[in-house]
């Protein structure tokens, strides 16, 4: 297994898959995009799976999360999901895409053994979306959360960042969407991972904020603490059930002390954190021909240094110097 220091065990795999994206959020990259990694950095199809089945066989990991950059830009997503699938015990897999790409691809995915997608999606209105992500893209977004509900991905849940000043009047107007349309909206407060490093705690829109604002329009009853485990969000019933809101506080209420996770990015390194500033190279160990046991061995020694926290209530944090897109969100 990968455990701790502090006891925590590691059973969600999060696989970044590129780190190139066809959306230049504000809040995650320059508009000119970045110095993409070398093709022959990048993992190959067969070291993916081969670093998954490792996880899974030997490491006791239960699920697996494929991220970016944007998933839907890998050439061989299908097929990784398909091989994955194939496992013993097979995993549970899911997906975070931009939703660009869904509207032709979801049905694939579910075929392959996908259980599900979350979709990033800001805004509903075209124009905010325009300027949040200097792409003019928000129809294919709306197209492809429908594709997924109507291949089967569910639940299909929907993250939303709120930027002060260009959507932080819309929480309400979001869920009221997202109720009517059977996804779950889960709000994210925006976290110091922009290549820029133009991050500022002051003026974020907070976890406190985003209630405040939805309670204007409906009732939230807060799930029991047994219901979220560990998962980042934390959730309210809304007007009674049966949908649900998710608010992932990472910044404001760090839910570290009950973290599952362990990352793989697009080149091969380990994080034990989203904000860790050490990598460890599993890379490194397949292409010198390293027999499972030993890219076992490592990558327990990388969780067993995990840190006891993000680090982001410290005021002299200093974020990853990969920004999110290189490392998967």
Known sequence: MLIDTYGRVATDLRVSLTDR???????CMPEEGLQWLAKPDLLTDDEIVRLIGIA?????????????????LRPGLVGIVERCAALEPRPRMSLT??????RRTATALKAAGLDRVNVSLDTLRPEVFKTLTRRDRHKDVLEGLQAARDAGLTP??????????????????????????????RFIEQMPLDAQH??????????????????????LDPEPDEARGS?????????GGPHRVGVIASVTRPFCRACDRTRLTADGQVRTCLFAREETDLRAALRSDA???????IWRLAMWGKKAGSGLDDPSFLQPERPMSAIGG
């Open 291 to 297: 027999p499972d046991e030993e890219v076992a061995r």
């Open 21 to 27: 994206c066809n959306l230049r959020c504000t809040y």
């Open 198 to 219: 133009g991050w500022k705690r002051d003026g974020m829109i907070t976890a406190g904020d985003i209630l405040e604002s939805l309670r204007t329009r409906f009732t």
């Open 156 to 185: 299909v849940k929907v993250n939303t960042v709120l930027m002060p000043g260009l959507n932080d009047d819309e929480a309400p107007d979001l869920l009221a969407w997202a109720v009517e349309n059977d996804y779950e909206l």
């Open 97 to 102: 895409t931009n939703g660009i790409g869904l």
């Open 56 to 72: 899974v066989t030997d490491l006791g990991v239960k699920e697996v999360r494929f991220t970016g950059g944007e998933p839907l």
């Open 231 to 239: 998962a980042p969000a934390e959730r309210w019933i809304v007007d």
